[in-house]
Every structure is written in structure tokens, then in C-alpha cells.
């Protein structure tokens, strides 16, 4: 009996041995909402789109195996300083006040933000153009800042609480806001639905304080290994071509950006 | 622990708490006053009205808060802009703001779990106190007033008082219909200053406090009411 039970707590041992070196991957967070065409999940639970893709590519290109992690988007960044994702690969922009928090590797994407309201409106991203209207940004993002830096004293309201993309856009179809400030290519998407093809993009908007420097990987602070990994194979899919073949598929412009 | 966002958001707190109080006591009111027919059509019929009132019952109950709450603002939010002239009429201002829809949603839910709690009480109310006071020669709904509803929200008043704290924690999932009520605040602050646990406790002890507040006030008004003696 007593060597059974050792036998037994020897194979334990070894198999959570085995167990600690095979969960040697690495867990990219993402968005658990939809962020076509960046990130996308079919019923049947594929993923697709430019980041997926992108991303897998990277990984590939540093030899390590990925994860796709989905959390809330509210809680991407405790996520990864918990340590419950190694990295965020989520179309998060680079910018110097999530700096103080993450560290980031170098851009693979930069889009400019736009703001959307519907045909009939005068409006033309100025912020005298939204006195009195209502205008809405999803929750923690630079173009939740911008509303709230360039429109908050001319609008009536600004409703930057939205979880996810889609929700805002559901409210100005609905007449609740009567513009949105967001990401002009994840607009694109929706703007070619029934729901949003009475709405147009009135500005692109540019504030490099707020824009920051595109998008990049995010990472713990301190993570240099990681961050220098990334960094690299960001550079080989660039150069080996991998990352046009991939963007060609989604974008008929340089998403990568000047 | 880091507290030094406390001041900055302080005022936004306070207009949190103004928004939750108003959500809570406004569907608690009116909740309660749905739930009073609702309980008791389904004990005096006419039997198709108990029907009804027993299919809004177990719809609320079957179904979660958060579903009932999206189907209203964002059902209700995709079916008005198909309305001509909605957006012109004077009611608009008040359809596109989402406090309402927050309204009618916990009002329903309210109503619906209060609504099966009077059932049970109306039921439970000896039929002889009922019988004498008819024999009394009072007329139907001065046995309701004076007699049946007294009876009834005598037994079943700690289990209402649950009810209001259940509603009071049900309060932040209107945060996700845009409203920025304490909780909505509290991920505010969550999102601008990337702390997890300090604004979380803080909320956590605003509910326990409102919590104890609700529970001491009604503690009183049970006490208030006379129990019967004991035979």
C-alpha cells in the first residue's frame, strides 16, 4: 500500500513537471467584444480578421505558441498587470498615459479616429458644429479623451460610458446620440450595414497628444524580453511580406501608416 | 492602497449616489404599487386577469435583469426611429434618455418579484378575519384597506424589505445602459486610474452602508406594526 501511494505521488510530481514546461505559451488578450474587421468570432467560435491574423503571424515569426485570450475590455489592463495575459493584442493605441501603466512594443497598425453623425446634420468635427448635441465615445479609449477634451464644453452631454462598439453605434441609430467619435475603419463596417448607411463620416481627427503613436502590443512593464520579441518579429513580418499579404486582405490602404 | 483619486471624483460620487437612491426608491415605489393588484387579482380573480398577472410574474422571474433591461433600452431603442415624427414630438427629449428605460425596467422587476410575494400574503390572511369583517358590514374594499392589506404586509414585511436590498444590488447593471449611477462611477474611476481594488472596496462599502440603512429603516416600521396576540 505504502509504495503504491508512493508511486502514485511520484507520477503526480512528474506529471505537473510535465504540466509547468508545456504551458511555456503566450496569452494574447483581446477584446471579448467584436472589433470587425480587426477582430471577429464567427457562431461557431472561429476567429478572423487583419489582428487575429496578424497577430498569429507574429507569433509564428518569434517561434512561440499563442493564445487568444478574450477579457472585457474594461479590465484588459488589470488583466495583464495580474499577470492573467502576457500581452494585449487588441488594437490598443500607444499612448503616454497608459505608458505610465504598461509599456508597449513598437506600432504594427495606426488608423486615424473619425467622428460619425448622421447625413442630415450640419456638423464638421469642429466643436462649435456639436453645441447642444449629444456625443458618444466607447469607455476608456483615446477617442472617449478626445470627445472629452474637444467637446464637452460646446455638447450637451457626452456618454463615453459605452462597453463596446456596437453599443454606441446602436445608440445613435436609435437617436440617443447624435454623433460618435471613434476608429474610421472599424467605422467603415458599420456604415455599409442598413442600420448605418444614413450616417457618414463628418471629420477625421488628429491630436498626436491624444492619438498617440498608433498601435502597438501592450506588455508589463519591465517585460524587456518580450517587448524586444515583439519588436523583432513586428519587423520580420514586415519585411518578409508577411504583413502586406495579410493586409492586402482586408484593407485597399497602408494600414501600417506614415 | 492608493486613495489620492478619492477628491477628484468625489463630486461625481455624490451625483452617483443622487442617480442610485432615485433609481431604487422610484422602482420600489411604483414597483409596489403594481405588485398590490398583481398579488391580489391572482387570489380574488377574475381568473383571466390572475392569469395575466401570473404570466408577468413568472416572465420577470424566469428572466434575467440584465435581459430585461437591454430588451427595453435597446429593443425599445431599434423599434422608435421606424415612428415618423418621433423625433420632432415633445417626448422625445425624455425617450432618448436612458434613466427611464432604467425606470421601467426595475419597476417591472420590482413589481414582478413583489407582486408573487403578495400572492402569498393575500393568501395567507385567515379567511375568518376576512368573513368577520364582511359580517361586520364593511364594504369590499374597506376589508381590503382596513383588514386584508394591513394583514398581509404585517407577515410578509422582512421578506419585502429583501426585496429592496436585492433591487438596491441589482441597481449596477444600469450602468450598462450609459447611466452613471454609483457603480457606473466606480468603473469610471476603475478605467481612468487603472486601480482595481481601491475603487471596488470603496463601492463595496457605499452598498453595505446603504444596505444597513435600508434594513435599520424598515426594522423600525415592522416594529411599528402590532402583532397580533397570541391566542
Redesign the interface.
Known sequence: MKTLLKTLMAATFVAGLGMGTASAEIKLGLDTAPYPPFADQDAAGVRSGFEIELGEAICAAMGETCVWTPIAW?GI??AL??GKIDAIFASMSITAERME?IDFSNKYYSTPAALVAAKTMEIDGTPESLKGK?V?AQ??TIHANYAEKYFKDMASDI?V???AFD?HN??L????LDAVVGDSLAFSDFLGTDEGKSFEIKALLTDEEIFGKGVGVGMRKGDEELKAKFNAAIEKVRADGTYDTIAKKYFDFDIFGG | MIWNWFPKYFEQLMGGLVLTLELVFIAIFFGMLLAIPLGLVQVTGPKWLGRIALAFCTVVRGTPLLIQLWLIY?GL??I??SIPGI?ESML?PYL???FPYAVVAFTFSVAGYSGEVMRGAFAGVPQGELEAARAMGMSPFKVLWRIWLPRALQNVFPTLAGEMVLTLKSTPLA??I?I?ELF?VG??I???T?R?YEPLLMLGGIYIILTGIIVVVMRYFENRIPRPTAA
Do not use: N
Open positions: 474594461d489592463i488589470p498587470t495580474s501603466t449629444i458618444g469607455v476608456s456618454k460610458t459605452y462597453q453599443e446602436a445608440d441609430v436609435a437617436g440617443r | 435597446y431603442g431599434s422608435f426611429p423625433r422625445w432618448r434618455d436612458a450602468a450598462t450609459t452613471q457606473g468603473t469610471q476603475r478605467q481612468d487603472y482595481v
